[in-house]
T-cell receptor, first 116, second 107 residues
């Protein structure tokens, strides 16, 4: 069964450093998403991406964040200057074309980001 | 009022019992609804979509009540493996997750 993959599984970084979290969505999916979940809290939407551009973003997704689809398979989330409060689990998700199965999203296993 | 609200539980039930819980949403224009389950420190996994007419998938039944703006999930004949946190997801112009309802099934 196809699945979303994410690397690394755990990233430790120092405050102020840049991090790039990587995702490989399911190959025939066209919509891509990033979410975060701070320990003990709910899953929070960050951004959705379609046709090589951001389609929606939340108030969390400020100028410190950016997303990119550098090639035909990877989808990345960059945090330019990490803060302690960026420590969380980051989930990537993907879904098929909206007309067929709107928003049935499949999640990757997550990257646990720890900012020290 | 929060966009999506769930009773956090926990619901502690014996194997074989039926357990049901709701999720309320604030935006009457919300278009799509889903239930996901999340095991401890793992990714959310799609459990089922929720359709206007209600739908069933094995032991799981989901209902949507647009007038009262809530969705429900009912689990029949609960198994130990049903122990998880169940996340309500509501779509309007963005995706909103509830904080989850924790279900623990005991032997």
């Amino acid at each position: 069964e196809p699945e979303v993959t994410q690397t690394p599984s755990h990233q430790v970084t120092q405050m102020g450093q840049e991090v790039i979290l990587r995702c490989v969505p399911i190959s025939n999916h066209l919509y891509f998403y990033w979410y975060r979940q701070i320990l003990g809290q709910k899953v929070e939407f960050l951004v959705s991406f379609y046709n090589n551009e951001i389609s929606e973003k939340s108030e969390i997704f400020d100028d410190q964040f950016s997303v990119e689809r550098p090639d035909g398979s990877n989808f990345t989330l960059k945090i330019r200057s990490t803060k302690l409060e960026d420590s969380a689990m980051y989930f990537c998700a993907s879904s098929e074309a909206q007309e067929r199965s709107p928003y049935e999203q499949y999640f990757g296993p997550g990257t646990r980001l720890t900012v020290t | 009022r929060k966009e999506v609200e769930q009773d956090p539980g926990p619901f502690n039930v014996p194997e074989g019992a039926t357990v049901a819980f709701n999720c309320t949403y604030s935006n009457s224009a919300s278009q799509s609804f889903f239930w996901y389950r999340q095991d401890c420190r793992k990714e959310p996994k799609l459990l089922m979509s929720v359709y206007s007419s209600g739908n069933e998938d094995g032991r799981f039944t989901a209902q949507l009540n647009r007038a009262s703006q809530y969705i429900s999930l009912l689990i029949r004949d609960s198994k130990l493996s049903d122990s998880a946190t169940y996340l309500c997801v509501v779509i309007d112009y963005k995706l909103s997750f509830g904080a989850g309802t924790t279900v623990t099934v005991r032997a």
